[in-house]
């Protein structure tokens, strides 16, 4: 989900020192364990400052916008609180070295002129050119948004007529194949299911890639008409039965495909992988303590952080002003971090910075939605048939919790036509893993186990029939 560790890297702009142009591009490498990240920074001079753009091509991300930055005494603080990004770095004689923040994470990043090459990973599972199938570049609008959201439509054939499933992404700036610390799992299951006889359209996240919009202002129910705009546009297509189109959505995705199944009779099913199926405040509660206890983190400090997380998330579940909510949170904050601020402040960085860096998260329009959207409203109104899958070791979206909720849901709702799959020793991205923690999804060469794979697809063909 979007608090995390495996969200797409967008974050900053420059100042300046006296004498120095710092217009241009800026090159630096994350050093995330067993994957590490190319981020490229451009920057143009304004009238009153800087303004600059990131690339992550690693994850297929382009001309990622900054939000805020301040440069003083040689200290370059950056703000990207869409994603809730934070940098600080120092100027050192050719370049920055500074400290990257990410969900309470946080990693060194320096940035030089120098270009870095492209990082070589091994990922088995990539499917490469040529398939043994039909693949066209497409485009679609959405009209209401203003925005043309661009992907590739993979068919069994060129001519024919076909099912088709349309892939949702995860929370965070996704392209075309969801790529991810170096994996493209939309790329090996849009492969798998088009050998098998079924189409799929996957597209670039508005404000990704080749699609355009701002990404950073929307929300689920943003991305939901988006995914309308697919539906409508493949019903122009005389390759597509029209009868036969389905969603499948990973993550966050698997939040929005009931948003569109239930207000769309023409979904002819839903595929729900690894999709939240409680309010998002509860999940994200239970998230991070999971993960905080599989990176080893104490006891009482893993007791201390989950209670101001539910305060927080308190708060925002109860508040109606946004202005009045920063205010709020700030206040609380700066109290808790009276005392022991050094259990929860991430190293190298200012309480004052680490305040500022959480409220901005907190209060984005995509986290305030997330906290209070409950997914039952959704489930509840879905009649068409549903699998939902997950991860026994998921540490992101908790199964036991989620696929029983989900259950649930549908059956309140009247609807029977429920398959549920927990799957043992997976984590959230369906990969064979050993503690389901973030911090292997690099390091492990799978990409999406068979196993997933084949239960997926065979559910999916036994509703194409």
Same mark, same amino acid.
């Given at each position: 989900?979007?608090?995390?560790?495996?969200?797409?890297?967008?974050?900053?702009?420059?100042?300046?020192?006296?004498?120095? *142009?710092?217009?241009? *591009?800026?090159?630096?490498?994350? *050093?995330?364990?067993?994957?590490?990240?190319?981020?490229?920074?451009?920057?143009?001079?304004?009238?009153?400052?800087?303004?600059?753009?990131?690339?992550?091509?690693?994850?297929?991300?382009?001309?990622?916008?900054?939000?805020?930055? &301040?440069?003083?005494?040689?200290?370059?603080?950056?703000?990207?609180?869409?994603?809730?990004?934070?940098?600080?770095?120092?100027?050192?004689?050719?370049?920055?070295?500074?400290?990257?923040?990410?969900?309470?994470?946080?990693?060194?990043?320096?940035?030089?002129?120098?270009?870095?090459?492209?990082?070589?990973?091994?990922?088995?599972?990539?499917?490469?050119?040529?398939?043994?199938?039909?693949?066209?570049?497409?485009?679609?609008?959405?009209?209401?948004?203003?925005?043309?959201?661009?992907?590739?439509?993979?068919?069994?054939?060129?001519?024919?007529?076909?099912?088709?499933?349309?892939?949702?992404?995860?929370?965070?700036?996704?392209?075309?194949?969801?790529?991810?610390?170096?994996?493209?799992?939309?790329?090996?299951?849009?492969?798998?299911?088009?050998?098998?006889?079924? %189409?799929?359209?996957?597209?670039?996240?508005?404000?990704?890639?080749?699609?355009?919009? *701002?990404?950073?202002?929307?929300?689920?129910?943003?991305?939901?008409?988006?995914?309308?705009?697919?539906?409508?546009?493949?019903?122009?297509?005389?390759?597509?039965? =029209?009868?036969?189109?389905?969603?499948?959505?990973?993550?966050?995705?698997?939040?929005?495909?009931?948003?569109?199944?239930?207000?769309?009779?023409?979904?002819?099913?839903?595929?729900?992988?690894?999709?939240?199926?409680?309010?998002?405040?509860?999940?994200?509660?239970?998230?991070?303590?999971?993960?905080?206890?599989?990176?080893?983190?104490?006891?009482?400090?893993?007791?201390?952080?989950?209670?101001?997380?539910?305060?927080?998330?308190?708060?925002?579940?109860?508040?109606?002003?946004?202005?009045?909510?920063?205010?709020?949170?700030?206040?609380?904050?700066?109290?808790?971090?009276?005392?022991?601020?050094?259990?929860?402040?991430?190293?190298?960085? &200012?309480?004052?910075?680490?305040?500022?860096?959480?409220?901005?998260?907190?209060?984005?329009?995509?986290?305030?939605?997330?906290?209070?959207?409950?997914?039952?409203?959704?489930?509840?109104?879905?009649?068409?048939?549903?699998?939902?899958?997950?991860?026994?070791?998921?540490?992101?979206?908790?199964?036991?919790?989620?696929?029983?909720?989900?259950?649930?849901?549908?059956?309140?709702? %009247?609807?029977?036509?429920?398959?549920? =799959?927990?799957?043992?020793?997976?984590?959230?991205?369906?990969?064979?893993?050993?503690?389901?923690?973030?911090?292997?999804?690099?390091?492990?060469?799978?990409?999406?186990?068979?196993?997933?794979?084949?239960?997926?697809?065979?559910?999916?063909?036994?509703?194409?029939?």
């Amino acid at each position: 989900m979007k608090n995390t560790l495996v969200g797409i890297i967008a974050f900053l702009i420059m100042g300046t020192m006296t004498g120095q *142009d710092i217009t241009g *591009d800026w090159n630096g490498l994350l *050093d995330i364990p067993g994957s590490p990240l190319r981020l490229i920074v451009h920057i143009e001079k304004t009238d009153d400052g800087y303004k600059a753009t990131l690339d992550s091509p690693d994850q297929g991300a382009y001309g990622l916008a900054v939000n805020t930055t &301040s440069f003083e005494e040689g200290t370059l603080s950056l703000n990207a609180t869409d994603l809730g990004i934070q940098y600080s770095g120092q100027w050192k004689e050719d370049g920055f070295k500074g400290i990257f923040t990410q969900g309470g994470g946080s990693l060194p990043l320096n940035l030089s002129r120098e270009a870095i090459e492209k990082i070589k990973r091994n990922r088995p599972q990539e499917p490469k050119a040529p398939y043994p199938y039909y693949s066209e570049e497409v485009s679609f609008t959405n009209a209401s948004a203003n925005v043309v959201l661009a992907g590739t439509l993979s068919l069994p054939k060129k001519e024919g007529t076909f099912p088709v499933v349309i892939l949702i992404s995860g929370s965070g700036p996704q392209d075309r194949n969801e790529e991810l610390l170096g994996h493209k799992p939309f790329l090996v299951l849009s492969d798998y299911l088009t050998r098998k006889g079924i %189409g799929v359209l996957r597209y670039d996240d508005r404000g990704v890639a080749a699609s355009t919009g *701002d990404f950073g202002a929307a929300t689920s129910a943003d991305f939901a008409s988006d995914v309308q705009s697919a539906i409508k546009y493949l019903k122009t297509r005389s390759d597509i039965d =029209v009868s036969k189109i389905g969603l499948a959505g990973h993550s966050e995705g698997g939040l929005i495909a009931p948003m569109v199944a239930a207000e769309n009779d023409e979904v002819a099913f839903i595929a729900l992988l690894a999709g939240p199926g409680i309010r998002g405040d509860e999940i994200l509660k239970k998230q991070g303590a999971l993960i905080e206890r599989a990176s080893g983190k104490p006891e009482n400090e893993i007791e201390r952080t989950s209670e101001i997380r539910k305060r927080i998330f308190d708060m925002v579940i109860q508040s109606k002003d946004s202005e009045v909510l920063k205010n709020d949170i700030t206040s609380f904050l700066q109290e808790v971090l009276k005392h022991k601020p050094e259990e929860v402040v991430v190293p190298g960085m &200012s309480v004052e910075k680490f305040i500022d860096s959480q409220v901005s998260q907190v209060v984005s329009p995509w986290m305030l939605y997330f906290i209070k959207y409950d997914p039952a409203v959704s489930l509840e109104k879905v009649s068409c048939p549903v699998l939902a899958v997950n991860g026994e070791m998921d540490l992101q979206v908790p199964s036991k919790e989620n696929l029983s909720a989900i259950e649930n849901a549908l059956k309140k709702g %009247g609807n029977t036509n429920v398959t549920i =799959v927990e799957f043992p020793g997976l984590n959230h991205l369906f990969q064979e893993t050993e503690t389901g923690a973030p911090s292997e999804y690099a390091t492990i060469e799978e990409t999406f186990s068979p196993v997933a794979l084949e239960t997926i697809t065979s559910w999916i063909l036994d509703q194409t029939k």
